[in-house]
Each structure stands twice: as C-alpha cells, then as structure tokens.
C-alpha cells in the first residue's frame, strides 16, 4: 500500500488551446500568401506574429497542469482528481498501458467497458511524482493478477507499434520534399519548415528510445 502525489495535465484544455494556435497559424498563413505580404516588413510582422502566438500558446498552456493524489491497494488503486474519484479494481481491468515519452501516460480498459486516461507532459507539468505512481500501479496489478492467475494485456509501447517505423520514414521523407521545392521556390526557409523538424526529430528520439528500452532487457 501508498500514497502518491503527482502533477499531471488537463489533456482536453491542452488541446482545445493547441486547436487555436494551429487555427491562427493556419489563418496567418493564407494571409501572408498575398503578394503585398511578401515584402520584408511582411516576413518581419510575420515571424514576430509566429512567436508572439508561440508565446501565448506556451503561457496558456501552463495552466493545464493539475494536482491529483492516488492511494495503492493490493486489489484495487483509488485516485483523485479535482473533478472526479476513480476506483480501479485489479480483477476487473482488461487492458492497460503505460508510455514514457515526453512525460508519462496510463491508460486503464476495464470489463465493463469504463476506459480511464491520464497523462503527464512534461512541458507543462513536473512527470516525477506520476512516473512514480505509474510504476507502483503497474508493480502492484501484475503482482495481483500473478497471485490470482490473472491474464491481463498490456498494450505495447506506441512506439514499439508496427506501423510506426514505416510512418516516420514517410513523414521524414515528406518533409525533405516540402522542404526542397519550397527552398528552390522562395529560396529562403520558412520557420515552419524548422518547428517541422523539430516535431518529427523528436518522434524518432522517442523511436530509438523505446528501441533501446526494449534491446537493453534481452
């Protein structure tokens, strides 16, 4: 049995503020495609537009972090949220899974079809109390279902999915064609094209991550 604290993040505020962001980039986008706005002063408002809105993404999205607390049983997990309490019962959970990348993520299937979710990103939140929570969950479920010979799946890591590698190796080569006839088009390189890369950098860190996670316990 224990006690845990952790911060974790409001997952539908973060995307309802993602939303907006991605629809004012989109907008600005269409408008700077005129021929007036492509004079220096336009490139100019256009970058100080692009980080005045990174800006406000990043300061609003910093309040979807919350505080939740969890109480581990051997049978059962209790957690409380701000808005809800949640009871898991190890005998009826049918399916779960636990990702490490960018923060932490639990996901809990239930027999009675009840899914439960939650997640840490740490951008907006400190991950270390809930990775501790997760392990403990995870420690404590397979002890449970080994004891009562209990056959519950655990769902592979996101990365670790088939479909995945060959995604990133098509995105990645997208990007690279994008980039190319854009750069020999405007012969200048859009910030857009540099957030691209980072984004899809990351996914291939998270990628060869997971590989290694899964290689170093042969």
């Given at each position: 049995?224990?006690k845990?604290?952790f911060e974790?993040t409001?997952?539908?505020?973060?995307?309802?503020v993602f939303?907006?962001?991605?629809?004012?980039?989109?907008?600005w986008?269409?408008t700077v495609?005129?021929?007036?706005?492509?004079?220096?002063?336009g490139?100019?408002?256009?970058?100080?537009?692009?980080?005045?809105s990174l800006?406000l993404f990043?300061?609003?999205a910093?309040?979807?972090?919350?505080?939740?607390s969890?109480?581990?049983?051997?049978?059962?997990?209790?957690?409380y949220l701000?808005?809800?309490?949640?009871?898991?019962?190890?005998?009826?959970v049918?399916?779960?899974?636990?990702?490490?990348?960018?923060?932490?993520?639990?996901?809990?299937?239930?027999?009675?079809g009840?899914v439960?979710?939650?997640n840490?990103?740490?951008?907006?939140?400190?991950?270390?109390?809930f990775?501790q929570?997760?392990?403990?969950?995870?420690?404590?479920?397979t002890?449970?279902?080994?004891?009562?010979?209990?056959?519950?799946?655990?769902?592979?890591?996101?990365?670790?999915r088939?479909?995945?590698?060959?995604?990133?190796?098509?995105l990645s080569?997208?990007?690279?064609?994008v980039?190319?006839?854009?750069?020999?088009?405007?012969?200048?390189?859009?910030s857009s094209l540099y957030?691209?890369?980072?984004l899809?950098?990351?996914?291939?860190?998270?990628?060869?991550a997971?590989?290694?996670?899964?290689?170093?316990?042969?």
């Open positions: 049995m224990g845990y604290q974790y409001d997952k539908k505020y973060l995307i309802k939303i907006v962001f991605v629809t004012v980039q989109i907008i986008v269409l495609l005129d021929d007036a706005m492509r004079s220096s002063i490139s100019v408002w256009h970058l100080t537009t692009c980080l005045t800006v990043l300061v609003f910093t309040k979807s972090k919350k505080h939740g969890a109480t581990i049983n051997d049978s059962f997990t209790e957690i701000p808005d809800r309490h949640v009871t898991i019962h190890y005998a009826e049918k399916r779960y899974k636990i990702e490490h990348f960018r923060g932490g993520q639990l996901n809990v299937w239930l027999k009675n009840f439960f979710e939650l840490a990103n740490y951008n907006f939140c400190n991950p270390a109390g990775d929570f997760v392990l403990a969950f995870d420690k404590f479920l002890q449970h279902n080994r004891i009562h010979n209990i056959q519950v799946e655990k769902a592979p890591l996101m990365f670790l088939a479909w995945v590698l060959p995604f990133l190796i098509i080569a997208g990007l690279i064609l980039a190319a006839v854009v750069i020999y088009l405007r012969k200048t390189v859009p957030l691209s890369c980072i899809i950098g990351s996914l291939w860190t998270g990628y060869f997971a590989r290694r996670k899964v290689e170093s316990k042969l």
